[in-house]
């Protein structure tokens, strides 16, 4: 058993070594590598990462596995190694499935997809796009039907991004929340706020960097195991729970942005940063469930950040930083920052209309993985949404269906994760009020260490060892539903817009 026991572990670590390699030539592709040497990057990233997936379905590594998950072998195990066994002998299995040719043709598709994504998003047009996402599309049900060749494909790509979260659980809290939003949002927009002022100001990029700084150390981004970069998105990238960097992106005249990015951010790398140290190593030691991962980052961002509260320790050094913010009283930072306007662009939407963005989303993917709607057929469909949600046409496809890059990386069944992370985050907050009480007069007399700390006891330290549902159930004692993200919807705007 020890023979076998250091054996993987050795093994481990090897794996590690070679995802970590992968994961610095994507932090370096995003952030800092030229133009012309991309495809390099994008080959030896193509490399590593056979390297590991040769490794992960290696005969070697089954039998090790077969070996440590016998009864009177895996009970001896502490809970990250059980959790460790017990997935990779699933996911092996899975995946010996997948013949390496077209494993590593999938990947050589999605880097020369992402490079025509890039360029049919700046030249707005679509056609450069559509061979690759068709391609792509066919690619992932070949993938899922070697896979999971008894399940349907798009319950499967939503398995991946959040485990235990099939689509009759997102059907229901997503009608409950659109049915919910909808006659709110329009009682919204029936009062709407006055423009604000920040906007004609010019906001230097490097003082915005010492902003975010301030906002990652206030919020609790720990720099001893944290960097920071520049990218064209903003993205949060962990090699372990002592090295989690994130990115941001500076606008000359919104300030806002990147200071929501930061926070945003931060929250991803907080909880990766603070998961237990007793499961480096394993598997569990970072949360591989985007939806409880963006409830995180959500949290910080959206039900922390919005608050007034949350801005009354350190709006002035912020002013001070950003002189142009000076004419600018925390009450009027405060009203733009919770600003609900009808938008084109997803990442740029306030915290209302970005469900709707994301249950469009969720509709596209189901018309392509349920009802093969076709490729050519997807802008049209795409604006006609935008119509009934939104009340919006593009003009283009870059404000359209171009805007975003996850279908240009196959990270198809990705999206959901978001709107799931908002509705577990309302039900986070009852839970976390109930504990802490209020939290406007903790956040404002500068204890949002607090709140932090809640969650790093109830949700970080443990990793990936508890899945969405039981994290919600141990969290909250409560089954999934966005009630409780209705609440703080209709509770919030009631008072911000004066509504009955
Ligand atoms: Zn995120």
Redesign the pocket.
């Known amino acids: 058993m020890n023979h076998t026991l250091d054996s993987f572990r050795s093994y481990l670590k090897e794996m590690n070594y070679y995802s970590r390699a992968c994961t610095l030539l994507s932090w370096d592709m995003y952030t800092a590598t030229p133009k012309l040497g991309f495809q390099g990057m994008a080959d030896a990233l193509t490399f590593f990462s056979t390297k590991h997936f040769t490794l992960s379905t290696s005969d070697e590594l089954l039998s090790m596995l077969e070996a440590l998950s016998v009864p009177e072998e895996y009970d001896q195990l502490d809970e990250g190694m059980k959790y460790t066994v017990r997935t990779m002998l699933r996911d092996l299995r899975k995946m010996r499935r997948v013949p390496k040719d077209f494993f590593e043709a999938f990947i050589a598709e999605q880097s020369l997809s992402m490079q025509a994504w890039e360029e049919a998003k700046r030249t707005s047009d679509y056609s450069l796009f559509a061979p690759h996402l068709e391609k792509l599309i066919e690619m992932t049900r070949q993938q899922c039907a070697y896979t999971d060749p008894d399940r349907e494909c798009y319950d499967v790509l939503l398995d991946k991004y959040e485990e235990g979260m099939d689509s009759e659980s997102i059907d229901r809290v997503f009608t409950e929340l659109r049915d919910g939003l909808l006659p709110l949002l329009k009682k919204i927009l029936a009062h709407p706020l006055p423009e604000s002022r920040i906007y004609q100001g010019t906001y230097d990029a490097d003082a915005q960097k010492k902003v975010q700084e301030l906002l990652l150390g206030y919020i609790g981004f720990s720099f001893e195991a944290g960097t920071t970069a520049e990218s064209e998105h903003p993205f949060?990238s962990g090699f372990s729970r002592y090295d989690v960097r994130v990115t941001n992106h500076y606008y000359e005249h919104d300030p806002i942005s990147a200071m929501f990015s930061a926070i945003?951010?931060g929250g991803?790398a907080i909880f990766e940063q603070n998961v237990d140290p007793a499961l480096e190593g394993t598997a569990a030691d970072d949360c591989c469930y985007m939806g409880i991962?963006?409830s995180q980052?959500?949290f910080f961002e959206n039900i922390l950040g919005r608050r007034k509260s949350f801005w009354v320790p350190v709006y002035s050094r912020i002013q001070e930083l950003l002189p142009d913010l000076k004419d600018i009283p925390l009450d009027e930072f405060v009203q733009e920052i919770n600003h609900v306007r009808n938008s084109f662009i997803r990442t740029q939407a306030d915290e209302v209309t970005y469900c709707l963005h994301i249950i469009l989303r969720y509709e596209m993917e189901q018309e392509i993985f349920r009802n093969h709607a076709s490729v050519d057929s997807l802008p049209a469909l795409w604006n006609e949404k935008m119509q009934k949600y939104l009340n919006l046409t593009p003009e283009n496809d870059s404000e359209g269906i171009l805007q975003d890059m996850h279908w240009s990386d196959a990270s198809f069944g990705y999206f959901p994760s978001?709107l799931l992370g908002n509705i577990y985050d309302g039900m986070f907050l009852e839970a976390m009020e109930k504990d802490l009480g209020p939290i406007d007069p903790l956040l404002e007399s500068g204890q949002i260490h607090l709140c932090r700390e809640w969650l790093n006891e109830k949700i970080h330290k443990y990793g990936c060892l508890r899945l969405p549902r039981e994290v919600i159930a141990n969290v909250c004692g409560q089954e999934l539903s966005a009630a409780p993200l209705l609440r703080y919807f209709t509770d919030k705007y009631t008072k911000i817009c004066g509504l009955e």
């Open positions: 949060t945003h951010e991803h991962h963006e980052s959500r978001y």
